[in-house]
């Protein structure tokens, strides 16, 4: 398939921002989860700046990354694949069966958690602490999906 110039550029933009943003997630989850996060550990973040600043970045990276890979990069390159424009569950479900994503259930539980994190954040530490562990056990999946869309990009001659 040809693709025009403006969403070529775009394809390697997004696919450099989204190697940066899992590299910077994969680092951010390893330096947080040193140790569990229990809600006794997480309700003592305003006495630990330190960790408190880990937990903030791993919340913003995980944000960050699944909403430029679901809602940047999945549809441009879906669009660049030939299909037609749709609403992000049409596209997970298309981006599964091209296999792009393991689950389209499982990347709206991502996206779910990520809201969660955010929202929840303040409130109350035994949902904070679930949904922290959760996060990070998606980590490996969402940096696999990562690396999916960019070899898929690679191996159709888009990105050197």
Same mark, same amino acid.
């Given at each position: 398939?040809?693709?025009?110039?403006?969403? !070529? =550029?775009? /394809?390697?933009? &997004?696919?450099?921002?989204?190697?940066?943003?899992?590299?910077? *997630?994969?680092?951010?989850?390893?330096? #947080?989860?040193?140790?569990? +996060?229990?809600?006794?550990?997480?309700?003592? *973040?305003?006495?630990?700046?330190?960790?408190?600043?880990?937990?903030?970045?791993?919340?913003?990276?995980?944000?960050? /990354?699944?909403?430029?890979?679901?809602?940047?990069? +999945?549809? *441009? #390159? =879906?669009?660049?694949?030939?299909?037609?424009?749709?609403? &992000?569950?049409?596209?997970?479900?298309?981006?599964?069966? =091209?296999? !792009?994503?393991?689950?389209?259930?499982? @990347?709206?539980?991502?996206?779910? *958690?990520?809201?969660?994190?955010?929202?929840?954040?303040?409130?109350?530490?035994?949902? /904070?602490?679930?949904? /922290?562990?959760?996060?990070?056990?998606?980590?490996?999946?969402?940096?696999?999906?990562?690396?999916?869309?960019?070899?898929?990009?690679?191996?159709?001659? @888009? !990105?050197?």
């Amino acid at each position: 398939m040809t693709i025009n110039q403006e969403m !070529l =550029l775009r /394809l390697q933009f &997004l696919a450099r921002v989204i190697q940066k943003e899992a590299t910077h *997630l994969a680092s951010t989850d390893r330096r #947080l989860f040193t140790d569990k +996060l229990t809600p006794e550990v997480i309700a003592s *973040l305003d006495e630990n700046p330190d960790l408190s600043e880990r937990v903030e970045a791993f919340v913003g990276r995980f944000g960050r /990354l699944q909403d430029t890979l679901g809602d940047k990069l +999945l549809p *441009l #390159l =879906l669009g660049a694949l030939g299909e037609k424009k749709a609403a &992000l569950i049409d596209n997970l479900d298309r981006a599964e069966v =091209l296999g !792009l994503v393991v689950s389209a259930d499982n @990347w709206i539980s991502m996206r779910n *958690l990520r809201n969660q994190m955010i929202h929840e954040y303040i409130e109350d530490p035994l949902i /904070l602490a679930s949904a /922290l562990q959760t996060g990070h056990a998606f980590v490996p999946q969402m940096i696999a999906v990562a690396e999916g869309m960019i070899n898929e990009i690679r191996s159709r001659g @888009w !990105l050197e």
